[in-house]
């Protein structure tokens, strides 16, 4: 017994001390920060989105009302998706700051941007999102609100790290984009995975879950957001058939989703060797609005609202309909993401994965739309985003039926074994990829 006793206290010797965690006198000057700027960055969010849905009604429905021209015709797909190109182009080449770095390099963790590339940034972002291009506005709403609370913290409370600054700004916005703190506590523990952090974890999220907590009842109490796509909930205890599904959805969606990211940086290049914004992004808008005519109206925009009209009929279309919407967005994304639109790949990765997960409701009844809607967004976020938690978390609060957690988290990991380790859907500045 002494010996073992000896042994205890040589290996306890050995261990290195626990980090302290923070005391709460050092938690509690970082509350009211974090709560003006959740309420500013979620304000900004909800501003940009609320002007982008005004000019979205005048550019697809009042103007070609006006004009006699069919809202969604081929023609007047063509002609507004060339003409954002354009007025981004305009922006991206004129507008002070150039509307920030290329988009193809950017994730949801940004750095401060100088405070004159903000504007025409958050131009560039409303005119994308009015138009029709397939990109999401959360990474240039994230770089906004980075660089701007980055720059009015270090202005008026010069005393706080600047690393604070930025994790407040990411919090609140991603709080503010999906509505709950819970997908900003997910990215940021994903966030700190492999740094050298002091403390507990709990005593590193503290602020920015405030952030995230204020931007999301923020979003929540002005704009009521809501990622439920109403699919009936998963009925019973699920059963080897439903696993069984889950996981052949999920990693098939993974599958279709790399083929997107291997090809993201030849079309890149592609789009790359036009040079001038003047001419890539024209010409990026005019191939997303043939692909909007091959694939119809459901295809353009971000796709949130378009996953949420799928997901009302899921029995409303074909499964080779659904297949085409689901592999003429993710074309579309492609473009998109590689011509110059400044946006992000979330929220149309999920039409994808959701129009594939109907597609198999579709070819094999016994496949529940609830299932392979949330399978097939797993999978394609996955491959897409390279956010575990995040796939994990979207894809099972578009369905809101707790008992498929289970079957989402067994689902996650052989399409997790597809995409870890390769290329991801991001480039260097040089044009290689991620991994």
């Known amino acids: 017994m002494s010996a073992y006793r000896e042994l205890v206290a040589h290996d306890t010797a050995q261990q290195q001390p626990a980090a302290p965690a923070a005391p709460a006198r050092m938690l509690l000057p970082l509350v009211l920060p974090a709560l003006v700027v959740g309420v500013l960055a979620s304000l900004l969010f909800l501003g940009v989105s609320e002007a982008a849905t005004a000019l979205q009604h005048v550019l697809w429905e009042n103007l070609p009302d006006a004009l006699g021209v069919g809202r969604y015709s081929v023609l007047w797909m063509l002609v507004m998706l060339t003409a954002t190109g354009v007025a981004v ?128 009842m923020t979003a929540t109490l002005v704009a009521h957001p809501t990622l439920d796509l109403g699919l009936p909930p998963l009925s019973g205890h699920p059963g080897w058939g439903d696993l069984l599904a889950a996981l052949v959805v999920a990693s098939l969606a993974a599958v279709l989703g790399m083929c997107a990211v291997y090809a993201f940086p030849y079309v890149h290049s592609v789009f790359k060797r036009l040079r001038h914004p003047m001419v890539a992004l024209p010409v990026g808008g005019l191939v997303l609005g043939l692909l909007g005519a091959l694939g119809g109206s459901l295809t353009l925009f971000k796709g949130l609202d378009q996953i949420a009209e799928l997901a009302k009929h899921p029995d409303g279309w074909s499964a080779g309909e659904f297949m085409k919407m689901a592999v003429v967005k993710l074309a579309a994304l492609l473009v998109s993401a590689s011509c110059g639109f400044r946006g992000g790949r979330i929220f149309p990765a999920v039409f994808v994965g959701g129009a594939f997960g109907l597609c ?72 290689t990829q991620i991994r």
């Not at 025409?120 to 240039?140: D, F, Q, R, W």
């Not at 299932?371 to 979207?394: D, E, K, N, P, Q």
């Open 89 to 216: 182009g305009l922006v991206v080449w004129k507008v002070p700051g150039h509307a920030g770095p290329d988009p193809a390099t950017l994730g949801l963790q940004a750095s401060p941007m100088p405070p004159v590339v903000l504007p025409g940034l958050l131009l560039a972002t409303a005119l994308m999102l009015a138009g029709g291009p397939s990109l999401g506005p959360e990474n240039p709403i994230i770089a906004v609100n980075v660089g701007l609370v980055y720059w009015l913290g270090k202005r008026f409370i010069p005393r706080m790290p600047d690393g604070i600054w930025i994790a407040l700004a990411e919090a609140a916005t991603i709080g503010a984009l999906f509505g709950t703190p819970v997908a900003a506590a997910l990215v940021i523990s994903e966030a700190l995975v492999g740094r050298q952090v002091r403390g507990l974890l709990w005593d590193n999220v503290f602020a920015p879950l405030v952030a995230a907590g204020a931007g999301a």
């Open 360 to 431: 198999a409701h579709a070819l094999v009844s016994g496949v529940d739309p609830a299932i392979g809607v949330s399978a097939g967004v797993l999978g394609m976020l996955l491959a897409v985003t390279r956010h575990g938690w995040l796939s994990l978390f979207t894809a099972a609060v578009l369905v809101a039926s707790p008992t498929i957690i289970a079957l989402l988290c067994l689902a996650s990991l052989p399409a997790w074994l597809l995409v870890t380790g390769r290329p991801q859907m991001r480039l260097r500045d040089d044009g």
